[in-house]
């Protein structure tokens, strides 16, 4: 792992909430409290990123293939980016109830997307009356839109990072529904008992995300590495 303490006090990713908005549960990834605001303890962040980024590594020597959700609209850009680099999924804009659950019907909605944009690519569209390929274009992008990070994704994912505990519940209650392993980013707000895997640290700040991204990232693409050169040998 790459990452220095002095890089993760930069970013300020051991800046928690006021004091006054805290889940107890927290307590153990709490160092102390300065001026009503919580300050989450670095080391066991960086030892609790250390294990993630080791399991990803992992995992995706196996072929496991992740998901990355996020739609705080602040981090959605660099969701999709670091997702699209890793040759991963993402979900960035909306979490649609039963994106997971309900896998069979989303994964037609992303099938009816890439023919779609095979049509569009071809030319089609510019064939039908205005009106008609209009409304064809319309859906596409509001297709696009919410299942675009989605749309090569021939399975359920077997693991889902998650930005943003709160804004994500709803996709945090389906992968444990569904035994999918969760990692989630937790600030002093949010509940560690419902996520498989965590890392305590500031999930509002871009400079905090972006970092842990970059350590996600380069963990998956060192296990992708090493996948391929097995598969290369057989």
Excluded at 4 to 19: D, I, R, S
Aim: with cysteine; charged share 25%.
């Amino acid at each position: 792992m790459a990452i220095t303490l002095e890089q993760m006090v930069q970013a300020g990713m051991h800046l928690g909430h006021p004091a006054r908005k805290w889940n107890p549960k927290m307590k153990p990834f709490i160092y102390t409290e300065k001026d009503s605001i919580h300050l989450i303890d670095l080391i066991k962040t960086y030892v609790h990123l250390n294990y993630v980024c080791k399991f990803l590594t992992k995992s995706a020597s196996n072929g496991k293939k992740i998901l990355f959700v996020g739609t705080k609209k602040q981090a959605s850009n660099l969701i999709a980016e670091t997702a699209l680099n890793c040759n991963s999924f993402y979900v960035n804009e909306k979490w649609l109830g039963g994106m997971l659950t309900n896998w069979k019907t989303v994964y037609l909605s992303t099938k009816k997307l890439k023919n779609l944009e095979i049509q569009e690519k071809k030319g089609l569209f510019n064939k039908l009356p205005k009106k008609e390929a209009a409304n064809l274009i319309k859906k596409k992008e509001k297709l696009n839109k919410y299942l675009g990070g989605m749309k090569n994704m021939e399975v359920l994912p077997d693991i889902v990072i998650i930005i943003g505990q709160h804004e994500e519940i709803n996709a945090l209650k389906e992968c444990n529904k569904l035994g999918i392993r969760s990692i989630s980013i937790l600030d002093t707000d949010c509940d560690p008992s419902i996520s498989d895997l965590i890392v305590p640290a500031n999930d509002d700040s871009m400079p905090s995300i972006k970092l842990l991204l970059q350590e996600f990232e380069f963990s998956i693409k060192q296990g992708q590495e090493i996948f391929n050169t097995k598969k290369n040998m057989k």
